[in-house]
């Protein structure tokens, strides 16, 4: 705010309302990333209004401007839920930037459109287009390939390591590149699922070289969310068990050091842990499995508080444990979940505590407690 005040103090008033919109632009990306969503907003409509101004005089300068300001504003929508407002300003950006490419293809202007385009295909699938969420992935993933991957470092895959939080302009369009091919695997996941899975690991890979090169943690989230979807069985025989199992350990590992570094559990390692666990069951690795049970609880008693995050998860640990035959252990965790936690859990998740105890009991002889449990779910 200091600075946007200093700016428009400046003599050479053009010069000083570029400066505020700049300024502008950056506190409101700032705000975004706290999750101060609405002032971001704010700030960013202000950021926009001055540049449509200054567009009028020079779109060749200010456009680019406008265009990264309008992107900005789309992720400000999102955050705050409005899918169709941030779809319909994405498309405005892409619109000057394609125009903007067009009259002067530089480096600069491509590699800015591919990142709207891939920006756009992102909030399109999400507001449920998906043939233009398709055709704009499509042309991001072309693009990027086009402009950067015969880098060195797409190429090597690794360079100097870097001990920097920072990452250096290079590494961001490998980064966005990177990105543009997760959301062509999301949008082909349903119905392309070979070309889903090859952009799925080219991903993973250009996200393996920025960890190697980085080493500060930046990449954890989408290395560990990516490994998650590559292992999920929505991709059936074309990911061999042990494959995924492969991929499964290193969702985790990735997620476990955010969890050593944040002490927060990520929203998907309850999952990841339950995958892994069906995966070593499914390859009759029941003691194994027994054992990711185990850590599973422990990670919920130690770093859960949520009453309803920790229902949640102790009814995805009692499938595990039956699902790795630990049946005796599932039935006395089912207990514990319908006389603790019953009251934090929907009618759906408590049908299937109830289910998933009663058969634990059936499996272990007990059928008096079987039925017992059944006879709850009835009267429920």
């Known amino acids: 705010m200091v600075e ?59 456009g680019p401007h406008l265009a990264h300001a309008l992107r900005l504003m789309s992720a400000c929508y999102m955050k705050t839920g409005n899918v169709a407002e941030a779809y319909k300003v994405i498309k405005e950006a892409v619109t000057i930037g394609r125009r903007l490419a067009d009259a002067s293809p530089t480096f600069d202007a491509q590699i800015q459109l591919s990142g709207l385009v891939s920006f756009s295909a992102y909030i399109g699938r999400l507001n449920e ?78 996200f393996r070289a920025l960890e190697r090169r980085n080493k500060s943690g930046t990449f954890s989230n989408q ?22 199992l492969l991929y499964v350990w290193e969702s985790i590992q990735h997620y476990e050091k955010m969890l050593q570094n944040t002490g927060v559990v990520p929203d998907n390692l309850p999952d990841v842990l339950g995958l892994e666990a069906e995966l070593l069951s499914s390859l009759e690795r029941f003691h194994e499995a027994h ?28 499938q595990n444990l039956f699902d790795s035959k630990s049946y005796a252990e599932a039935a006395l965790t ?23 105890t009663s058969l634990a009991f059936a499996w272990i002889g007990d059928y008096c407690k079987s039925i017992q449990v059944t006879e709850a779910l009835v009267n429920h």
């Open 223 to 244: 290395i560990s969310i990516l490994c998650f979807s590559l292992a999920s069985d929505k991709f059936g025989e074309m990911v061999p068990v042990d494959q995924a």
């Open 4 to 62: 946007i005040q200093e700016s428009l103090k400046w003599r050479d008033n053009w010069l000083s309302i570029q400066r505020g919109a700049n300024a502008m632009s950056r506190l409101s990306s700032s705000l975004c990333k706290l999750g101060m969503a609405e002032e971001s907003s704010t700030i960013v409509q202000y950021a926009v209004d001055v540049y449509r101004t200054l567009v009028k005089t020079n779109e060749d300068v200010y």
């Open 129 to 206: 287009d998906l043939m233009n969420a398709l055709k704009d992935a499509e042309e991001a993933v072309q693009s990027y390939q086009h402009l950067i991957g015969n880098s060195t470092f797409i190429l090597q895959g690794e360079v100097e390591v870097v001990e920097s939080t920072q990452m250096t302009l290079e590494e961001t369009h490998v980064h966005d590149y990177a990105n543009a091919l997760i959301e062509l695997h999301n949008t082909l996941s349903s119905t392309q699922k070979m070309e889903s899975l090859k952009a799925g690991i080219q991903a993973l890979g250009l």
């Open 334 to 356: 089912g207990e514990q979940l319908l006389l603790t936690y019953r009251s934090s859990l929907s009618d759906w998740d408590l049908c299937n505590a109830y289910h998933c």
């Open 291 to 318: 054992g990711v049970c185990k850590k599973f609880e422990c990670m919920i008693q130690i770093h859960m508080d949520s009453q309803q995050l920790r229902a949640w998860s102790f009814l995805q640990l009692i």
